[in-house]
């Protein structure tokens, strides 16, 4: 079985730029959440989205959106990118909103010059 | 504000030996935790997950231990191989509508031959 998907897996990008980031949840799930990780700390919540709804929301600027699509894929957006937005990516997907096991994907490694 | 806290950053052991990951978080509300193991430039990975009305839980060489009175959670790993050398994260889920998972830092595995 597939599990979680992203793409792409590297990114460069420079200052003011914007970047979208896609996200493919394990089948049968519904719930994708977004999670943020600068290295050396764990990750940091950013979004959740359940049935193409978002359910909850991190600690980010307004710079920071995503969507999730009928197929319960989802992409997160940054716009004017800075350069304190280099960080690995990570999705996770869950069976439900509150689904207790989160599963996460390898993550995209965005670098902002 | 909540928090997840690991003890120590590195954890150093002998193969063969058994490790033992400390954890402490501070919201007395979350109703389940989770271990992750994460290798050099991978997603995290799940390990075992127990919820807030278990006081331990056994999977394949590993046990999660939870105490509610002190918010100490821990993660032993038994006959410790080499492949466990990476970074293992404990996440809670608080107590908002959502499944967001709040992580602490880390603590850095290395397994000695």
């Known amino acids: 079985d597939a599990g979680v998907t992203q793409s792409p897996t590297h990114l460069i990008k420079t200052r003011g730029q914007q970047v979208t980031l896609r996200c493919s949840p394990i089948?049968?799930?519904?719930?994708v959440s977004w999670y943020q990780q600068v290295l050396g700390q764990g990750p940091q919540f950013i979004f959740q989205?359940?049935?193409?709804?978002?359910?909850g929301r991190g600690n980010f600027p307004d710079r920071f959106s995503a969507r999730q699509f009928p197929n319960y894929s989802s992409e997160l957006n940054v716009n004017a990118l800075l350069l304190g937005d280099s960080a690995l990516y990570l999705c996770?997907?869950?069976?439900?909103?509150?689904?207790?096991?989160?599963?996460f994907g390898p993550g995209t490694r965005l670098t902002v010059l | 504000g909540e928090s997840v806290g690991l003890h120590l950053p590195t954890l150093s052991v002998q193969e063969g030996d058994n490790s033992i990951i400390n954890c402490a978080y501070s919201?007395?509300?979350?109703?389940?935790f989770i271990w992750y193991k994460q290798e050099s430039g991978k997603g995290p990975q799940f390990i075992i997950d127990?919820?807030?009305?278990?006081d331990k839980r056994q999977g394949q060489r590993v046990t999660v231990l939870l105490n509610k009175t002190v918010k100490h959670l821990s993660l032993q790993i038994a006959a410790t191989q080499p492949g466990d050398s990476a970074v293992y994260f404990c996440?809670?889920?608080?107590?908002?509508?959502?499944?967001?998972?709040?992580f602490g830092q880390g603590t850095t595995l290395q397994v000695k031959p």
């Open positions: 996440a809670e889920r608080g107590s908002s509508n959502t499944g967001k998972l709040i």
């Open positions: 996770a997907s869950s069976l439900v909103l509150r689904g207790d096991t989160q599963y």
């Open positions: 089948s049968g799930h519904k719930s």
């Open positions: 919201n007395s509300a979350s109703d389940y």
């Open positions: 989205y359940y049935e193409k709804e978002e359910r």
């Open positions: 127990i919820r807030s009305n278990m």
